[in-house]
Structure formats: structure tokens, C-alpha cells
């Protein structure tokens, strides 16, 4: 019997160069044939597989803002020096084992977590495990333009940037191999919570001092080296993410052996494969599936209030749009609710403000206002726009907080119309529509955002304020003194009642400046097969896999 795997796995070997739309299929066939042939231990593989909706756009954290690259990267591969209790908003260790930070503010100081070992690659075995080395090469590749790594990689660090963290940290240092120290400029009581972001994640200086050496610096955020629950052992761009369990890891080994990520931009297909045991849990269910999913006896659905938003952009340095009159006249044509209702399909809720539901000190929201057509036509009238074409550029890809970007561009379109206002529907591909957004070909674009931490100002400033519109991270590319101004004194400010007041007066300023209009927050729905046990969802969305069990 030992000869008949062999050449079934051949022949699958021979198939998967011959026909990469099979690839997926027949890479999860060979899994099959080696657990049913080879018997006894191998048998007890565990192999998940995660259906997502779309590739990362990289694999250094550092370099993206999208939570499809956080899925595929530092949620499987990298740690950071805290994190979150599971379920809970309390800040818990994670490398460092504990911190101090001065009575004055101004320094923290960390005490990593001994012996924690990193992974291999292809072309690289680490020497030691983790050390204050790594931590300070993680943060000053993006905080030190002088630094050898700052331009590897196009030298953007969309989240590091667009929190204005250049300003926020004057130096990162090791105290010895075991202690790091941040300096701050100015007292920042939202610190903890900064290192708690994807961007945050440790990398290895010794892989990177490696890489820099073979002249093959780039291949630091290609191959990733972590030292998280998953390594990396393959990634087919728009096909596949392949990883194997980190024997060594230093929260113990997870359950799983194997972990696969295939792409799959369509839900519907996603269902399917949900359906056919081709995949063990998928990511951003069509909401029209969610019925269907819940008389599935072979599937169960977790759900989760998301801390998230959909919203449009208005790119305000293109004109008429950036006369803050314009912009409010579109935004009262659009009928909110009937998105609501068609699109979401219950698994929306109105958004009046950007801030969700759940986010540490958020006002109450007021009620979201009716369509307005007629007092749209007036506000136009009295700016002096007379005739209007506006390019719609919706998300290529479903989220929750956005399920159909295109049919919500063509509901936005009808309702323009009813104002006079003619518009045309930009449909790109996923990478084109991050790459042309972020240099401002759009005249109007539809997003979303979701929150990784509890603070609010952490939540708004990548996608409004003016270090994030330098980026292009801000896609209305609004920059505003004053809302900058209020965001960064409510993250400064101890007092609970302060902060409340100053992101009060910031959403006021949003309110008269109308750079994007909220358009929903989330009932996000993760499906999966029965047999998956221990996934948990977060608030704070993503996909994280350890600790996760197969029956």
C-alpha cells in the first residue's frame, strides 16, 4: 500500500503545476490522501481551513492598514508586547511581562519575556530568542528616517504615521538585553493602547541584520519571520497563505498542525465551499446566506456586535467637493435607511456618527436623519453648482460593514439623480482601488474602518486626521487643525468627562465639515462547520486562530 499515495500525491504535484484555478482543491485532496493512507498518528493531523475573502496587500503589518493583511500576518505569525484579554477591554502581557511608566508620563519602560523563540525561513535560522534588539528595530524602522529599513518596502507606515507617532515617541531604546525604554515627547495616556495595534508587531533584527547583509532586504516583509502561534511556510498571491503550528511557541502549541488560508473573493462561493467541507470557517458571509447558513445542520454561526463602520468618501481637494456645502447636500440626498434595509439585510446598523457602539467614551449617537432631497437642491443652489458628475468608486471586496460596495453605489447614484446630480461607477480590482484611492483619483469612495483598540481617538485619526491624509490612509484626504487639535487632547486628557467633551466638539467639527458620511455599523457573522471548536470572535474584528481545535 505504500506506493499508491505516493503516486496519488504525484499525480495531485502534477495537477497543481498544470492547472493553478485547481490548485486549492487539489492541494486539500493531498491532505486527504496522506491522512487516509499513512494511518496511525498522521492520521490525527489537523488541518483548518479559512476561507478569505481577499490577499494582504503585504506581509509586514508595519506597511498596511487592512485587516485582511492583519488576518494573514500579525494575527497568526507576530506578537506584540500587550494585547487584549480575550473578550475583555483590560490590557494584559503579552513579550514584555510587565512595564512601568514614569509619574511624569514621559517614559515606559518594558521587561521582555525570556527564552521566546522565533521562527525559521527559507533563508534564515534565528541564534537566539527574542531581545530588546527586536523591539527597538520594529519601532525605529518606522519612527527613524535615517534608519536602513525606513524606505525598504516604499517606506509608508500607514497606522505609525497616521497616528502621529513620529511626534508622540522621541526615541526607542534598550535598557539591556532584556528591558526596552520609550521616550515620549509629551505625556500620551493612550500609549498602552497604541501597542496593543497590528503595527506594533515584533519582528526579528537578527533576520532583518540577515537579509540586509544578502542584499535581500525586502524579503523581511515577503517572509515573514515572527514569533507567534502559526510560521508561514507559503504564500500564493490571490490562491493561498500556508502555515504550519509553531512547535516552540511560548503560550504553548496550538491544537491545529496546519493552517490554510485560501482566497475566495466571491461569498457566495465561500458558502459553497462551506458546504462541500472545502473550507472549516469563512470570512464575511453574504448577508442574503445568512438564512440558509442557520437550517444548516453541518453549520453554526457565531455572532458578534462589530465596532466598525461603512462610510463614503469625499475627496475634498477636488472641486466642488471641497466646499463643505457640497458635500452636505450629497450626503442629505442619500437614504441611509433603504441602504440599511437592502444591502445589510439585519446585519446593519444606522450609522450617525463614525465612532461604534462600544468605544470607550462615546456619546450617545443622535437620531440618523431622513433623505432630504429638496433641502439638498437648496444647499446646491446656494453653492452655486448648477450641473455635477461625481465618480462613485466602491470597495471591490464585501466586508460586514460594507457587504456590497457596488450596489450601494448604485442606490447612492439613484438617489443623486433626484437631485440633479449625475455620477459614474468606477469598478477596479482590489489592489488598483487601494493604489488609486490612496493618491486621490476618486471623487467619492466607499469604505470601511474597523476599531482595533477601545479609544476613540485611535479610532478616528488613520482615516481623518492630517498625518493619515499625508499617507493616504485618510481617503477624504480632510485635514483639519482643529479636530487634530481636540483628538489629540482628548487622548492626552485623564479626566473621563474631558475626553467626553472634547470628542463631543470633534464630532461637531465633522458634522459641519461632512469630509465622509457614515453610512452603517455591523452584526458581523462568522460561519463555520461544526467540527471547529474554540473560535472565538472579537469585537474588535479579525481572525485569530490559536487555541482553535477540530473534533
Known sequence: MAKQPSLACRHIERKLRERPRVRIRYFLLAILFWAAFTGGAAAQVKTLVFCSEESPDTLNPQLSFRQATFDATSRQVYDRLVAYEPGKAEI?????TSWHVSEDGLRYEFRLRPHVPFHKARHFTPSRP???????FSFMRQLDPRHPYHQVSGGTYPYFQGLGLPKI?????????????FELDSPYPAFLS???????????????????????????????????????VQHQRDALIRYVAHPDYWRGKTPLDNLVFTIT?????????LRDRECHVVANPDPADIPAMTLDGDVKLARQVGMDVGYLAFNT??????????????????????????????????????????????????PPPAADPEGAKRLLAKAGVTKLEIDIWPSPVGKTYLPDARRTAEMIHEDWLKIGVDSRIIVTTGRDFIKQTMVGQHDAALFGWIAETLDRALFLAPILGCEAAKSGANRSYWCNGKFDRLLDEAARAKNPSERETLYALAQAVLDEEVPILPIAHSIN???MRNEVVNYRTSPLGGHYFYGVDLK
Open 92 to 96: 494584559v502581557p503579552a513579550l514584555a
Open 317 to 366: 481637494t477636488k472641486p466642488p467637493l471641497n466646499d463643505p456645502r457640497v458635500r452636505r447636500a450629497l450626503a442629505m440626498a442619500i437614504d441611509r435607511e433603504a441602504i440599511l434595509e437592502k444591502i445589510y439585510q439585519g446585519i446593519g446598523r444606522p450609522a450617525t456618527t463614525m465612532a461604534p457602539a462600544g468605544l470607550w467614551s462615546r456619546g450617545k449617537p443622535p
Open 525 to 527: 457573522f462568522t460561519p
Open 169 to 181: 515617541i522621541k526615541s526607542v531604546t534598550a535598557g539591556d538585553n532584556g528591558t526596552v525604554i
Open 194 to 232: 497604541i501597542l496593543v495595534l497590528d503595527f506594533a508587531s515584533i519582528l526579528s533584527a537578527e533576520y532583518a541584520d540577515a537579509m540586509l547583509a544578502a542584499g535581500t532586504p525586502e524579503r523581511v516583509d515577503m517572509e515573514p519571520v515572527g514569533t507567534g502561534p502559526f510560521q508561514m
Open 265 to 273: 473573493p466571491d461569498a457566495t462561493i465561500r458558502f459553497q465551499k
Open 130 to 136: 527574542l531581545a530588546a534588539e527586536d523591539v527597538v
